[in-house]
């Protein structure tokens, strides 16, 4: 059975700085992997989704990294900004388009 | 407007009783997805549908019933609510590498 794990649980940092979210994953054999946020209340929105043969995927101060064979993904935050205060989930994608979700890592960006 | 609905966005009900959560998407896509979402276990799959009429379950489906007679609907019902199914409901569906997720249902039983 897949498990996502997602680590650290909470960070805060001072705006202007750079982070990285780290995901790690059990079972190799997986199709993509992307990344969400989701904000208080809200719905998931797709950040980026990296296929399997890809090792990385930017979309502005994003960057997100898989390698397959460690089980590990990283979503980098370039420059971090108030505005990215949120809550950030890795899923995995299985057969059939099913996705496994870790538990998220809740950000707080502070001005 | 396009896009992919969840009703009703608030529910609270008494243990026993059935409820009904819906869901409906615009783009016609294939793939429906149910998700719950609980502090601590990110979202888990319920059941999900790669088409009309073929449904299927995920990773917690006790306690829940699915439909799909039509590609735009696919809606979840709990047939004797529990308190433990107090959670926040999603629904998603894709086409291709991209999945697409509802606003959520907070549902509470008490």
């Known amino acids: 059975k897949q498990e996502v794990t997602q680590i650290p649980a909470a960070l805060s940092v001072p705006e202007g700085e750079n982070l990285v979210l780290n995901c790690s994953f059990t079972d190799s054999a997986i199709y993509n992997l992307q990344w969400f946020r989701q904000d208080p209340g809200k719905g998931l929105t797709s950040l980026l989704l990296?296929?399997?043969?890809?090792r990385e995927q930017t979309s502005g101060r994003l960057n997100a990294s898989l390698d397959k064979s460690s089980g590990r993904s990283t979503l980098y935050i370039a420059a971090s900004q108030p505005g990215d205060s949120a809550t950030y989930l890795c899923?995995?994608?299985?057969?059939?388009?099913?996705?496994?979700f870790g538990a998220g890592t809740i950000l707080r960006v502070k001005s | 407007d396009a896009g992919i609905t969840q009703s009703p966005r608030y529910k609270i009900t008494e243990t026993g009783r059935q409820v009904t959560l819906m869901c409906h998407q615009t783009w016609s896509h294939s793939y429906m997805f149910w998700y719950r979402q609980d502090l601590g276990h990110g979202l888990r799959l319920i059941y999900y549908?790669?088409?009309?009429?073929?449904?299927d379950k995920g990773e917690v489906p006790d306690g829940y019933v699915v439909s799909r007679s039509k590609t735009e609907n696919f809606p979840l019902t709990l047939e004797s609510a529990t308190r433990s199914q107090t959670s926040v409901y999603f629904c998603?569906?894709?086409?291709?590498?991209?999945?697409?997720f509802g606003p959520g249902t907070r549902l509470t039983v008490l």
């Open positions: 899923a995995v994608w299985e057969y059939g388009n099913k996705l496994v």
């Open positions: 990296i296929q399997s043969s890809q």
């Open positions: 549908s790669a088409a009309a009429d073929i449904t």
């Open positions: 998603a569906s894709s086409r291709g590498d991209t999945q697409y």
